[in-house]
């Protein structure tokens, strides 16, 4: 039976309970998402760069393009030395990449009660994106102290700046940098959230109008174009965000390498 | 001439190899400034939410840090009232270091 509730693709399910000291650990449908984004990724980039062809194939293409745009991107916003983080970007980029792009894929068997096909997206939930984003600013602030040891405060106290001004400009520097792990998750985790309740409730309309009876039906042919048309924009969203995500990140390790603007 | 195509010239590779790479990344410069002339549009959501984000966020942070120095310091509504002012400072600098960056790499790709 079709769901027709919007939020209740959202849900967490259990697929494999397991508690250990009291701890849920289940495996949940999250999990599997995140771990079928993991594995198909690391499957992908194996297969494809296994053979080291010198003229590369249909799979070296994809890799060495997903290499050259991920390179490219940290070069051109943290520099040569940013490339050093090249791993973590191309890491980050590809993950959220596979987890929106297997969001949009809404017929996994998975084996939940009740559920015969399923779909969900890893990024729609805040605990993810915020998990990566903090991981972003961990690498920044650690690497930054380590790197620049007390210049690395010269953040927060830009150059050029009237002395009595520092009591303004200081604190709003520091609300500024606590407020990047969180504009950068919610970011992420919004558009996501927002693009799949879009999707279902005009989805739930064809449903609706064609079960209104009459020539109600024909009317929910309006509401499948938009689905399609929504369709083809939740693509483009799932890999803008992933895009953004990462150049966003390679702005920050930026500061991380020169903490002087 | 006929017998110089199947042995190429080597007298120095490592010129013919340079000139090589600049040929090949002056045609990939000019190719990828063709490509980004199409898939700059479609980034208007991306960068609307942008700094929707950015502004909201500063704000919310500032407000924040302020409740929170309040229920620390028992200084209650003090606390708030400039976390929040200084929230929206903040938001206006994360909005507008956003538009100097998404502008540079504009200038950057044309």
């Known amino acids: ?261 | 001439m006929m017998s110089n195509r199947d042995q190429p010239d080597r007298s120095n590779p490592e010129d013919q190899l340079a000139e090589f790479e600049k040929r090949l990344s002056a045609k990939i410069e000019s190719r990828n400034a063709e490509d980004r002339k199409y898939d700059r549009p479609k980034q208007g959501w991306a960068i609307g939410m942008r700094y929707g984000t950015e502004f909201m966020v500063g704000v919310l942070v500032g407000a924040a840090v302020g409740f929170l120095i309040d229920s620390l310091f028992d200084t209650s509504p003090f606390g708030l009232l400039i976390g929040t002012l200084l929230g929206f400072g903040a938001g206006t600098v994360n909005v507008v270091r956003a538009a100097k960056e998404l502008s540079e790499r504009a200038k950057r790709d044309q």
């Open chain 1, 1 to 261: 039976m079709v769901e027709q509730n919007p939020i209740s693709q959202f849900e967490i399910h259990e697929v494999a309970p397991l508690e250990i000291a009291g701890f849920n650990l289940a495996f949940t449908n999250s999990a599997f998402f995140m771990l079928l984004a993991t594995v198909s990724v690391t499957l992908l980039m194996a297969l494809a760069t296994n053979k080291r062809a010198l003229v590369p194939g249909r799979g070296q293409s994809i890799a060495e393009i997903l290499y050259g745009f991920v390179a490219d991107m940290v070069r051109s916003s943290a520099g040569n030395e940013g490339l050093r983080f090249f791993p973590f970007v191309f890491t980050l980029f590809i993950f959220i990449l596979a987890g929106n792009m297997f969001g949009m894929f809404p017929y996994f068997p998975l084996g939940i009660e009740g559920i015969a096909w399923h779909g969900f997206t890893i990024t729609s939930h805040i605990i993810v994106t915020l998990t990566l984003s903090m991981m972003v600013m961990a690498i920044v602030v650690g690497f930054g102290v380590y790197k620049n040891g007390f210049k690395f405060l010269k953040l927060f106290v830009p150059a050029g700046v009237p002395p009595i001004l520092y009591a303004i400009v200081t604190p709003i520097e520091v609300i500024s940098f606590l407020s990047r792990p969180i504009s950068l998750s919610v970011r992420l985790f919004a558009n996501m959230l927002a693009g799949h309740i879009l999707l279902k409730v005009f989805a739930g309309f064809i449903i609706m109008l064609a079960s209104a009876g009459a020539a109600w039906g024909i009317v929910g042919v309006l509401p499948f174009f938009m689905v399609v048309g929504l369709t083809a924009l939740e693509f483009l969203v799932a890999f803008l965000q992933a895009y953004v995500f990462a150049i966003l990140t390679c702005i920050y390790l930026n500061d991380a390498l020169h903490p002087a603007h």
